[in-house]
């Protein structure tokens, strides 16, 4: 659903630019009814979609831009109104580890008492130099404290993860995969690095300046980094997807099922498993 904010990254607040990789609308794909009040997305989502009225739990996820950027009494109205439809159960909320102040945390601490709640927090990347370089306008210690913050509230909290930014390597990537176990978290959405026009990267990939990676090397990494996760961290995406008409590369062909099933046969081919080379337990 769209809640009809922004980003901090971008009005202002915190900085005019945006990640370098962000075009909001490689993350609207999926969005039925954009720009609608948040109880008729919902209602008229789930009466359009034969699948949706077929499941009788079911959560609604706040995805683009920063979805805990607003006045807490503004996140709240925003909140509730998701449970417009006795269906709902739940809420999803993306946001960026420096919009969850205590008076948000308060909102969603509140919701949290008797219905699900979870909030995504995007990390992208475990080393201060790409996030500086990325213009993510927060650093891993503030992402850290923002998991704590949610999980003393005692609700679930997702990270973001992004493969194959620009200065990063596949070990930061890997190794996050222990980062994340040790914090706690319930789950994570890994993410290839693609260019969409209207972001950052479109220039600099333009002039042949931007890598994007390989299938096959997405999945050895994925495979990777699965078999450091605690097994307990549920994971929630393996690529990203963007709508064809912005994304410039990588151009795969490949949907999350193939996905799926490509990470999970390099791990039989391994005879590995999540976790299995993880060495701290939880
Ligand atoms: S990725 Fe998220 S935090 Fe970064 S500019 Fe886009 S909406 Fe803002």
Redesign the pocket.
């Known amino acids: 659903m769209e809640a009809g904010l922004t980003?901090p990254?971008?009005d202002g607040t915190k900085g005019t630019g945006?990640?370098v990789y962000?075009n909001?609308a490689s993350f609207t794909e999926g969005i039925l009814y954009p720009g609608r009040p948040v109880e008729e997305q919902v209602r008229r989502t789930i009466a359009s979609s034969g699948r949706l009225s077929a499941f009788r739990r079911l959560l609604v996820y706040f995805q683009p831009?920063?979805n805990s950027h607003a006045a807490p009494e503004e996140l709240e109205r925003l909140y509730l109104a998701a449970f417009c439809h006795p269906d709902v159960v739940g809420i999803v909320v993306g946001t960026?580890p420096d919009c969850l102040e205590p008076p948000v945390l308060d909102v969603l601490g509140a919701i949290a008492r008797d219905r699900y709640v979870s909030v995504e927090i995007?990390l992208q990347s475990m080393s201060e130099d790409v996030l500086a370089g990325i213009n993510?306008g927060h650093t891993v210690r503030e992402f850290a404290e923002a998991v704590a913050a949610v999980r003393s509230r005692g609700i679930d909290t997702a990270a973001h993860l992004i493969y194959g930014l620009p200065g990063d390597t596949r070990e930061n990537f890997v190794a996050a995969a222990g980062f994340l176990s040790g914090l706690g978290v319930q789950g994570v959405k890994l993410h290839h690095l693609h260019v969409v026009a209207g972001s950052g990267l479109e220039e600099p990939w333009r002039r042949g300046e931007v890598r994007v990676p390989g299938y096959a090397e997405y999945v050895d990494a994925c495979a990777d980094f699965l078999e450091r996760l605690c097994p307990e961290v549920a994971v929630l995406r393996l690529m990203g997807t963007a709508p064809r008409g912005i994304l410039l590369d990588p151009s795969w062909e490949k949907g999350s099922r193939e996905m799926s099933r490509d990470v999970a046969a390099e791990l039989a081919r391994r005879g590995t498993w999540q976790g299995s080379l993880r060495e701290e337990k939880r």
Do not use: F, L
């Open positions: 980003c990254n971008r945006g990640c962000c909001n831009y920063t960026r995007g993510r």
